[in-house]
C-alpha cells in the first residue's frame, strides 16, 4: 500500500516559498520553507526538491525532511562545501520570499513501536532522526521501546545537539554523541549484546558509511529484515 501512495505523492508538486536560511555549522546550512496546508509525510521521509528559479542540469534531489510533521515549516539541511553542484550552489543563491518546489515526500525510512530502535547518524544523516525524534516529542506519547540515537561526527560539530539533548530528556530516548567509528562500533555491540535478534537498526548518512555499518551489523548476525538504510549522497 505505501507503494501506491508514494507514487501517488511523487506525482503531486508543490511550491515551497523560502523563509529564512542559516548555517548551522561549518559548511552547514540549514533552509525553512513555508509548510502547505495539504502538505503531510512521516517523520524520516525524503521529498524530491527542483529548483525552479533558474534552469540548471539536474534540478532536481531528494533530501529528507528535517522537519517533523507536527512543525510548521518544511526544513532541508545540507552539507554545502566549496565548489558545490549546480543545485547547491542555486540553493545558495536562493533569498526569502523565492520559491523550489517539491514532489512527496516519501519513503519507508520510518519508526514502528513495536521493538527496541538504535539509530545510526553519520554526520548529515542526523538529519532523518531529527525529524523522527521531533514528532515523538511533539506527540507527547510514551514510548513502549527504547531508542538510542548514537550519532557519529569525526568534526565534533554534532548539529542539533541542543535540541537532541532536551529530546533525551523525555523516556525511553537516549543519545550518544561520538567522533569515531571504534566507538560507534563499540555501542552498537553492546545494543546488540542486550537486545539480540529483537533489535531494528536504522542508518543514515553518506553511502560508504552506511555500508560499512550494514556489514558490521550483518557480521555480528543481525538479520538484514532489521536494518534499514538511507544513503545520502553528495550531490
Known amino acids: 500500500m505505501s507503494f501506491f501512495k508514494d507514487m501517488i505523492a511523487v506525482f503531486k508538486k508543490r511550491e515551497l516559498l523560502l523563509l529564512e536560511r542559516y548555517e548551522e555549522a561549518e559548511g552547514v546550512y540549514t533552509f525553512l520553507f513555508e509548510k502547505p496546508d495539504d502538505l503531510t509525510w512521516e517523520a524520516g521521509q525524503h521529498g524530491l526538491f527542483t529548483i525552479t528559479h533558474k534552469k540548471i542540469k539536474n534540478a532536481t534531489r531528494p533530501f529528507t525532511v528535517a522537519s517533523a510533521p507536527a512543525e510548521k515549516v518544511v526544513k532541508l539541511t545540507m552539507r554545502i562545501k566549496d565548489n558545490p553542484s549546480d543545485f547547491k550552489q542555486e540553493m545558495l543563491e536562493l533569498k526569502q520570499g523565492m520559491k523550489i518546489s517539491i514532489s512527496g515526500p516519501v ?100 553511502k560508504t558509511m552506511v555500508e ?15 536494518i534499514k538504510k538511507d544513503a545520502f549522497f553528495g550531490y
Open 107 to 206: 519513503g519507508s525510512f520510518h519508526l514502528e513501536n513495536n521493538s527496541p530502535s538504535i539509530l545510526i547518524a553519520g554526520g548529515i544523516g542526523i538529519t532523518p532522526f531529527r525529524s523522527i525524534l521531533k514528532q515523538i516529542e511533539a506527540e507527547g506519547s510514551l514510548r513502549e521501546n527504547p531508542i538510542h540515537l548514537l550519532y557519529l561526527d569525526s568534526d565534533k560539530s554534532h548539529i542539533f545537539k541542543d535540541e537532541l539533548d532536551e529530546i533525551a530528556n523525555y523516556p525511553a530516548i537516549h543519545v550518544t554523541y561520538l567522533d569515531t567509528r571504534e566507538d560507534l562500533h563499540q555501542e552498537i555491540n553492546q545494543f546488540s549484546d542486550l537486545y539480540q535478534n529483537n533489535g531494528k537498526y536504522f542508518i543514515a548518512g553518506p
Open 212 to 226: 560499512s555499518i550494514s556489514s558490521h551489523l550483518r557480521n555480528n548476525d543481525v538479520p538484514k529484515r532489521n
